[in-house]
């Protein structure tokens, strides 16, 4: 596949470029070529991929769908050549789960799904499972000092666990990473060879998902344990009246393993159907340097519809795709001109990214251009908002600049030279920090090329206030001069990378947290 592309940039150019002599582009042709990245163009586009039409264009729907064909369409209309193999889209499968007969019987006793407890359901795998008996795990959390399953082997075993964790513990790691949020207790468990979890959880009568949930992971190397978030009735008919005592003695302190005597049912079924996504790729070929890519990515997707609310994703990540149509733009008017790029550049608007990075996951597994051949990821997400929590006297002068501290020793200079230069932004590296709260540098599709070894800057305005994941997040609400300069600031960034003499040092290893 990859040889295919070499041979495509050797014999498909289009005829309006391809015999055209390589020139040398001045300051003032990548002025005029960078000006072309307008505030009203950018707007144009955005008042499209983030409207209604596009119904909050989640993975694997219709409205995911059709901002692909957008994209796609652009990318044709400037000339580029597709991406992968002859396409201009790479699909992926998608899974969607839909939960059928499902029920939690304690000693005769029998619960309804949704009313008395969730099961998670892209976990889970149809089983019918009888215990006679639990073991109660206290929070279920295993973090330094702490071990709530001391003294017990759960191997093969019912498992039974508190929510949250007692006041004064302070866990290791911070968000989804945390030893004491529902997914490190679920891993935790799985380590310690748990056949099943129930974990007491609020919230207590549900309303049913009114649509089926979405997983990529059909086929695993190791299964987890069927997993339930479980009310308080149906703890109590487990433990009885120790339950009160046990979760009033578990607000302050670590609680003993121990085995309770209940017998237990749980039944889950579930049907998983086959659907698909995908990644729009469009490349620009390089002259000399023609063994060699450039990556600008940014993730076209976000949250979808919830009933008739529309989730638009305007900043997130509206702003950094109709960036990506801008600058693939700015780059095919340089092309045209015999001025284009020494190596090639991939445009690529990634999906699933909302879901858990899928769409870069998934590239990065079955890349489409040699990653060893890479130079750079340049990364777009969310670059049209200012972060209300900065408190900054050039609010509409900033971008955050992620990750040019990692890999290359060549980023920073580039980046801030190129910067000083053409720009003159100021660049934030708030969330370079290692103990950044955020974990900014791992959740968005720069990391799964960082991770393969790819030299990445991520471009972020820190807008997680206050329509961050909200049907608040409107093209109205974009700063469009200043979602222009942004774009152009990586324009410019990505012109100095695809035409430098040498490719990026890989010469930091990568910190794999």
Same mark, same amino acid.
């Given at each position: 596949?990859l040889r295919?592309?070499?041979?495509?940039?050797?014999l498909?150019?289009?005829?309006t470029?391809?015999?055209?002599?390589?020139?040398t582009?001045?300051?003032?042709?990548?002025?005029?070529y960078?000006?072309?990245?307008?505030p009203e163009d950018l707007?144009r586009h955005?008042?499209?991929?983030?409207g209604?039409?596009?119904?909050?264009?989640e993975?694997?729907?219709?409205g995911?769908k059709?901002?692909?064909?957008?994209? *796609?369409?652009?990318?044709?209309?400037?000339g580029?050549l597709?991406?992968?193999?002859?396409?201009f889209?790479q699909?992926?499968?998608?899974?969607?789960?839909?939960?059928g007969?499902?029920s939690i019987?304690v000693?005769?006793?029998?619960f309804t799904v949704?009313?008395d407890?969730s099961?998670l359901a892209?976990?889970?795998?149809?089983?019918t499972q009888?215990?006679s008996?639990?073991?109660?795990?206290?929070h279920?959390?295993? +973090?330094?000092?702490?071990?709530d399953?001391?003294?017990?082997?759960v191997?093969?075993k019912?498992?039974?666990?508190?929510d949250?964790?007692?006041?004064?513990?302070?866990?290791?790691?911070g968000?989804?990473?945390?030893?004491?949020?529902?997914y490190?207790k679920?891993?935790? =468990?799985?380590?310690?060879?748990?056949a099943?979890?129930?974990?007491?959880a609020?919230?207590f009568?549900?309303?049913?998902?009114?649509e089926p949930?979405?997983?990529?992971d059909?086929?695993?190397? *190791?299964?987890?344990?069927?997993?339930y978030?479980i009310?308080?009735?149906v703890?109590?008919?487990?433990l009885?009246?120790?339950f009160?005592?046990?979760?009033?003695?578990g607000?302050s302190k670590?609680?003993?393993?121990?085995?309770i005597?209940?017998n237990?049912?749980?039944v889950f079924e579930?049907?998983?159907t086959?659907?698909s996504?995908?990644?729009?790729l469009?490349?620009i070929?390089g002259?000399?340097?023609?063994?060699?890519?450039l990556?600008i990515?940014?993730?076209?997707?976000h949250?979808?519809k919830r009933?008739d609310v529309?989730?638009?994703?305007? +900043?997130?990540?509206?702003s950094?795709?109709?960036?990506?149509?801008?600058?693939?733009?700015?780059?095919?008017?340089?092309?045209?001109?015999?001025?284009?790029?020494?190596?090639?550049i991939?445009?690529m608007?990634?999906?699933?990214?909302?879901?858990?990075?899928?769409g870069?996951?998934?590239?990065?597994d079955?890349p489409t251009?040699p990653?060893?051949?890479t130079?750079a990821?340049l990364?777009i997400?969310?670059?049209?908002?200012?972060d209300t929590?900065r408190?900054s006297?050039d609010?509409?002068?900033?971008?955050y600049?992620?990750?040019?501290?990692k890999?290359?020793s060549?980023?920073?200079?580039?980046?801030?030279?190129?910067?000083n230069?053409?720009?003159?932004?100021?660049?934030?590296?708030?969330f370079?920090?290692?103990?950044?709260?955020?974990r900014?540098?791992?959740?968005?599709?720069?990391?799964?090329?960082?991770?393969?070894?790819?030299?990445?800057?991520?471009?972020y305005?820190?807008?997680?206030?206050?329509d961050?994941?909200?049907p608040t997040?409107?093209?109205?609400?974009?700063?469009?001069?200043?979602l222009?300069?942004?774009a152009?600031?990586v324009?410019y960034? =990505?012109?100095?990378m695809?035409?430098r003499d040498a490719?990026?040092?890989r010469?930091i290893?990568?910190?794999q947290?």
């Amino acid at each position: 596949m990859l040889r295919l592309i070499s041979l495509a940039v050797l014999l498909t150019c289009s005829v309006t470029v391809s015999a055209q002599k390589k020139k040398t582009a001045t300051v003032a042709d990548l002025k005029k070529y960078a000006a072309s990245i307008t505030p009203e163009d950018l707007s144009r586009h955005l008042y499209i991929v983030a409207g209604a039409e596009m119904e909050g264009r989640e993975t694997a729907t219709e409205g995911q769908k059709k901002a692909a064909a957008y994209i *796609e369409n652009h990318f044709k209309s400037l000339g580029l050549l597709p991406g992968n193999n002859g396409s201009f889209q790479q699909l992926y499968p998608v899974y969607k789960d839909e939960i059928g007969n499902a029920s939690i019987s304690v000693n005769g006793k029998t619960f309804t799904v949704h009313n008395d407890f969730s099961p998670l359901a892209n976990w889970n795998n149809t089983a019918t499972q009888y215990f006679s008996e639990a073991v109660f795990v206290g929070h279920g959390i295993v +973090d330094k000092e702490l071990n709530d399953y001391a003294g017990q082997n759960v191997t093969g075993k019912l498992v039974f666990m508190l929510d949250g964790a007692p006041s004064g513990y302070k866990p290791s790691a911070g968000g989804f990473r945390s030893p004491s949020s529902w997914y490190g207790k679920l891993q935790t =468990a799985k380590s310690k060879g748990a056949a099943a979890v129930v974990m007491v959880a609020n919230g207590f009568p549900r309303k049913a998902p009114t649509e089926p949930t979405m997983h990529v992971d059909l086929y695993k190397a *190791e299964l987890y344990p069927n997993s339930y978030f479980i009310s308080e009735q149906v703890a109590i008919a487990m433990l009885g009246d120790a339950f009160a005592q046990l979760k009033e003695a578990g607000k302050s302190k670590s609680l003993p393993a121990q085995i309770i005597k209940s017998n237990v049912k749980l039944v889950f079924e579930k049907k998983t159907t086959e659907v698909s996504s995908s990644n729009v790729l469009g490349y620009i070929p390089g002259s000399d340097k023609s063994d060699e890519w450039l990556i600008i990515t940014a993730h076209y997707d976000h949250l979808g519809k919830r009933g008739d609310v529309i989730y638009y994703g305007a +900043d997130d990540d509206g702003s950094g795709t109709v960036g990506i149509l801008e600058i693939a733009e700015a780059f095919a008017k340089a092309k045209a001109d015999g001025k284009g790029p020494r190596r090639n550049i991939l445009f690529m608007t990634v999906s699933g990214e909302e879901k858990g990075l899928w769409g870069s996951e998934y590239f990065s597994d079955h890349p489409t251009v040699p990653l060893d051949k890479t130079t750079a990821d340049l990364n777009i997400d969310m670059i049209g908002r200012v972060d209300t929590e900065r408190k900054s006297a050039d609010t509409l002068n900033y971008i955050y600049v992620v990750g040019d501290d990692k890999l290359s020793s060549d980023l920073k200079p580039i980046s801030e030279g190129v910067n000083n230069k053409y720009i003159k932004m100021t660049l934030d590296y708030k969330f370079n920090d290692p103990k950044d709260p955020n974990r900014i540098y791992y959740r968005s599709d720069h990391y799964n090329f960082a991770s393969k070894g790819v030299p990445i800057i991520f471009y972020y305005d820190g807008m997680l206030q206050p329509d961050y994941h909200k049907p608040t997040d409107t093209p109205d609400k974009i700063y469009y001069p200043l979602l222009s300069k942004r774009a152009q600031l990586v324009f410019y960034t =990505a012109w100095e990378m695809a035409n430098r003499d040498a490719s990026l040092k890989r010469d930091i290893p990568l910190n794999q947290e």
